[in-house]
């Protein structure tokens, strides 16, 4: 495969200013949010987004798939890699065939591994890049398909490719390792009815866990934990055994060990497909386990996103029904994201819960139009317009399996059509700041515990001039992420608007980086 090396030049707005500052804080803010740098990249209509992926404090890596009507045999790849102080320390263009799709991408140390499908058919091989990212120095490895796969997974542990999706709807899990260049299917995880819920690597010890659902003998929904080594050779395999009544939706693992392993995910009672609450489950390499319950009522600030009248009367009702002696029934959907071990040996999960949001519309079946009541015959349609957030909590539990205390934050302004993760959480002390965008706004929360210390705040994105106006954007491309230290950036399009500003266009379209710190 041919490589070029051409650096290409931009329209680059770079802000090295002190500090921007979206939002003047008050006095008697002890959440400060600071922008101190900004970079933008100039888009044409044509021109794809970057995906961006942090490489900690080694900088951010953004790539994307250019335009050119020229060369049919063909693709052309820009990788650009960013320091610290967005500051642009390479771009590098990489050439494949114009039939690959790009499958997955993963960074591990100063490697950046993409994943491309050499074709559009389940059928087709893969072709992995190794990127290094100082030198741009790239390794291929051709990976020929031994089952037709349904990707939704790709990542790197030690020197192999793990490659998860479906095969015939059932799970399936491939191992290729890089330097021996061999491939095979991992036992245990094609299984009829069951869900890959979960990849999960610890590269300080090169193993991985996997988690699928599976059934217990009495039918209940349950799930399965593996973990493998580099090689992919079992390490441990468990299966959760839930209380009475109770099925098992989801769950996150903590790192395997020699001594214990802990899931933390949502329960339904019944056949439900609701979280009536979350389960902590705690097993050792004997398999012996210990699974500890919280309903969502046993939460002392899961309600704090509603206003204070509702959350009261909720809490009262709570109260009642413990005294009565009846069980608790809240039902929500409820995202699980990927735990975080901090330094003192506390772990934290993050969540949010959401729900579909449908408008109903009314249709004259007779004109074949939207239709006003009154007359003629209707019916209504319910079209989908997304997933709406609610809130996010924040649960921190210590290796024993023991709940130290709950948070929340609340997203009543979000609505989506994926389900990913909004809120990011950096932890610094004993103090704790929850943060996403939404809308060219960033909205920040400081907590300590179970406490409040600063509510809701609201700060627009940084832009390069004063003069600049960006629009609501129109797509919901873009996010908020955790970068490195106490460190966030955020990323997306903006469409800026300049009546004022010398040598600047009057409208421009850009993908844009800011760095976001706190104190």
Do not use: C
């Not at 020197?159 to 299917?185: C, S, T």
């Not at 009565?324 to 819960?353: C, P, S, T, W």
């Not at 809130?391 to 929340?408: E, M, R, T």
């Not at 390069?464 to 955020?490: C, H, I, Q, R």
């Amino acid at each position: 495969m041919s490589k070029t090396y051409n650096i290409l030049l931009y329209t680059l707005l770079f802000v090295s200013g002190p500090y921007l500052l979206a939002q003047e804080s008050k006095d008697t803010s002890l959440l400060e949010i600071e922008q101190p740098k900004r970079l933008e990249i100039d888009l044409g209509p044509h021109d794809d987004y970057f995906t961006v992926y942090t490489m900690k404090d080694q900088g951010i890596v953004m790539f994307r798939e250019l335009e050119d009507d020229k060369n049919y045999k063909e693709d052309t790849w820009e990788i650009i890699h960013v320091d610290t102080s967005l500051e642009i320390k390479s771009t590098r263009n990489y050439t494949i065939d114009a039939r690959s799709e790009l499958n997955g991408y993963e960074i591990r140390g100063n490697y950046l591994y993409l994943l491309y499908r050499m074709g559009p058919y389940q059928k087709d091989d893969f072709r992995i890049l190794k990127i290094e990212m100082n030198s741009g120095d790239v390794n291929e490895y051709d990976i020929k398909q031994i089952v037709p796969i349904t990707l939704s997974e790709f990542t790197i542990v030690g020197n192999a490719a793990l490659l998860g999706g479906y095969v015939n709807y059932r799970p399936a899990l491939i191992h290729f390792d890089l330097k021996e260049q061999k491939i095979k299917v991992l036992p245990g995880i094609y299984r009829n009815n069951s869900e890959l819920l979960e990849l999960n690597v610890d590269e300080s010890k090169n193993t991985f866990n996997v988690i699928l659902t599976e059934r217990t003998r009495d039918r209940r929904s349950t799930l399965g934990i593996k973990s493998f080594n580099q090689a992919g050779e079992l390490l441990a395999n468990f299966q959760l055994e839930p209380k009475a009544n109770s099925n098992l939706l989801y769950g996150r693992s903590t790192k395997f060990d020699d001594e214990h392993q802990m899931v933390i995910g949502t329960y339904a009672v019944k056949k439900s497909s609701y979280a009536r609450g979350l389960y902590i489950a705690k097993f050792d390499a004997e398999g012996q386990q210990e699974i500890t319950y919280f309903n969502f009522g046993d939460l002392k600030n899961f309600f704090s996103y509603m206003k204070a009248r509702r959350e009261a009367r909720i809490k009262q009702k709570i109260e009642r029904r413990k005294i009565e002696g009846k069980k608790l029934r809240f039902n929500y959907r409820f995202l699980v994201h990927n735990l975080i071990e901090e330094q003192d040996g506390k772990y934290l999960m993050i969540g949010e819960a959401f729900y579909p949001k449908y408008n109903t519309n009314t249709y004259n079946s007779y004109f074949g139009g939207y239709y006003s009541r009154g007359a003629g015959r209707y019916q209504r349609n319910l079209a989908f317009e997304g997933f709406k957030y609610t809130h996010a909590i924040v649960i921190a539990f210590d290796k024993s399996g023991n709940l130290l205390y709950d948070n929340s934050f609340e997203i009543n302004d979000v609505l989506s059509y994926d389900l990913d993760q909004f809120v990011n959480v950096s932890v610094e002390d004993d103090r704790m700041v929850l943060l996403y965008i939404y809308e060219n706004v960033i909205r920040s929360k400081l907590i300590q515990g179970d406490e409040v210390l600063e509510g809701k705040s609201f700060n627009e994105i940084a832009l390069t001039f004063e003069e600049d106006v960006a629009k609501t954007p129109d797509s919901e491309f873009g996010g908020l992420e955790l970068w490195y230290d106490n460190k966030f950036f955020a990323y997306g399009v903006q469409k800026i608007k300049n009546l004022s500003s010398q040598n600047v266009k009057m409208n421009r379209e850009v993908f844009f980086l800011n760095k976001i710190q706190y104190k």
